[in-house]
């Protein structure tokens, strides 16, 4: 008999149901049809996952769509130059935009007078390891998803914003042109990349001296560079539902847009409602605080979602920040708090 894991595994790249009798199923992959073992109850949690998997799929274009139409507007606004789009759409954008901001900038701080980061350039680094992206749509999803949030932290910071691969260009670690540096997240477990790849990342965090911020894995590296544990949530409890099973299965876990509540007075909080709303995906956490390190965050399933360093400028967040949208923008309000703390720290 096929687990439900086995077949998600064996038909990650689609699967088209022929025909089917009480314990055989006709699969038809890449036009060949062959005969799998599997239940028909198995074979609806199969479809069940399968369904779930493209809404989700779906959401997530959407919000990139939202997102990337108020991100045209802003640079539009900035920049000056006129969209070339019907005045209805400019209207509508504008109506959105002006939505957006009654949650994004405290009325009492004016466009002109926000502070930006006295720096050239950031660089972001892409933690992913190329083993969670072996389907061609997760690497060309993955790819987008980078460039989308390259544009939004040049957009929020006023700079450009350059991309390392921590994979394939370790060795930049030494002479990155940036001089505020982010962490991505990523799906892959830590030990898919080489131990001395990620041995080298940790020390360049520890002797980093510039403003960072990590996302998620890059939170959970931030801490265990500086000496605090990281491992998953814990096993669900017998009975209790999965919320996304093909997402480390069998374990407890956050996903989707989630309350998280603030227990600072940070910077990074300025203008935010308590608790706030972000985006959550992960099934790992920080398991304490490294020393010199404080609570900034929390949230009934993990207790540490934000961090801040006493002396130095380092953050770190559980929750996903640059995966915003319209409808949630916490988190595009928190990136424009640590540019403007950036731009603070400089001045």
Known sequence: MMSVREARAQFSDGMAKVAYGAERVIIQRRGRPFVALISMDDLRKLEALESEAETRKVARAQALAAAAAVREQILTERDGAPLPDSADVIARLRDERRRMTENLRPSSIPSSTVNRPSSNMLTYIDLEH?????????????????????????????????????????????RIRGDVVLLSGLSSDFAAHAPETLARMEAFIRRWEGPLIGFCGGHQLIAHAFGAPIGPLGPLAPGEADPDPSFGPGMRKETGM?????????????????????????????????????????????????????HRPIYGTQFHPERSDPAHPHGWRLLRNFFEWVGTLKR
């Open 130 to 174: 190329s083993s969670a992206l072996t389907d061609p749509r997760a690497r060309a999803e993955h790819q987008q998803d980078r460039r989308y949030e390259q544009a939004l932290f040049a957009e929020l910071s006023g700079h450009p914003c350059e991309l390392l691969v921590l994979e394939h260009e370790a060795d930049r670690l030494d």
């Open 258 to 310: 989630m309350a998280v509540t603030l227990l600072a007075d940070d910077p990074l909080f300025a203008g935010l409602p308590n608790p706030a709303v972000f985006y959550q995906e992960h099934y790992w956490e920080v398991k304490h605080l490294p020393d010199d390190f404080i609570y900034l965050a929390s949230s009934p399933a993990c207790a540490i979602q934000a961090m801040r360093h006493r």
